[in-house]
Nanobody
Framework: VQLVESGGGLVEPGGSLRLSCLAS????????MRWYRQAPGKELERVAT????????TYADSVKGRFTISKDNAKNTVYLQMNSLKPEDTAVYYC?????WGKGTKVTVSS
């Protein structure tokens, strides 16, 4: 199993970013996926989840209404669209499936 995140960077408050996670080594279309984040000095936080078929999603209260998780089973990719970003969204974002993790992509929200 391999998960490779991309799309992080520096963005101003109120801006947007789209994270991607390219998955391989398992049947992506039948597996739910998750995005987590870890801010400096803080615990790992589950941000969003999506079911295998993509119909069911859940969000942490801290991102509800601002973030959208989606998956493209044809491209073996799960996305996290992040809008109205806040400084407190600054973190390393990780893609997860069961006990497999990517290396993360860093998001910094700062003016």
């Amino acid at each position: 199993v391999q998960l490779v995140e991309s799309g992080g960077g520096l963005v101003e408050p109120g801006g947007s970013l789209r994270l991607s996670c390219l998955a391989s080594g398992f049947d992506f279309s039948t597996n739910g996926m998750r995005w987590y984040r870890q801010a400096p000095g803080k615990e790992l936080e589950r941000v969003a989840t999506i079911s295998g078929g993509g119909r069911t999603t859940t969000y942490a209260d801290s991102v509800k209404g601002r973030f959208t998780i989606s998956k493209d089973n044809a491209k073996n990719t799960v996305y996290l669209q992040m809008n109205s970003l806040k400084p407190e969204d600054t973190a390393v974002y990780y893609c997860n499936r069961l006990d497999s993790w990517g290396k993360g992509t860093k998001v910094t929200v700062s003016s």
